[in-house]
């Protein structure tokens, strides 16, 4: 398959999870692929693997809630490849919604606040303002933004993260005006509940998992579900798409509003 033959597309946090996967489907389709993220080791393991099946990838140290380190990682691909077709921003801060550092508005550290920010907003931004000058050189490019069902939705508990994926959705549509002169596509991905090695920890009892796929009108998520959604709106099939929401859920967003086989009873009775 060649959907993205000769684009260079760097995948932020693809060390692992979601990311990792993007990177190895992203070379299967012929990207020369870079993985960036802040574990030298997982990373050069990522990058090796795709190279041992065929692929073309590399690893670029980049922690993206430094914006010196995010910046020097950019520039680097640049100096490399000559130009980066497709942005993956996939890095969140994950991690830090099960760690003890997210917590209810009122229990927040501003410290806190800023960490999750940095990561899940903050960086997204940098990597695009860096990432923005050789797309547009280069007449055109695609940034795919990660999002979450909490910039719908809200997650309990969780604001920071909120917030971050929210104004990461608001901003893609604002960027996809701000730069369709240019040639350059903005789109994010609205992901459900997906499993992999950060978010295993939440289905760990069967009692857990049966009350997510509870949630869900498909099936839990996989991190190639995201994947081939980022496949599509990185190549050309998706030209003509810009600004747009696409959500990878398994449907949970809108089960919430289909009627339960109590209420086709009730409907029933009544007839």
Known sequence: MSRLLGRV???TGGTRGIGAVIARRFAGQGAAVIVTGRTTESGEATAAAIVDSGGTASFVEMDVSDETSVRQAIDSVVDTHGRIDVLVNNAGPTDL???GTEKPLHLLATDDLDAILKVGLYGPLWCTKYALPSMMAAGGGSVVNIASMAAVTGLPGAPSYTVA???LTAVTRQLAVDYASSGVRFNVIVVGLVIHETTEVVVATPEARAAFLN?????LGEPDDVAHAAIYLASAESAFVTGSTMTVDG???IKAGQPTGDMFAAIDAAS
């Open 97 to 99: 919604l099960f760690d």
């Open 251 to 253: 449907g949970t967003l």
């Open 215 to 219: 949630l869900q009108l498909t099936r």
């Open 165 to 167: 994926k929210g104004a």
């Open 9 to 11: 597309a760097v995948v």
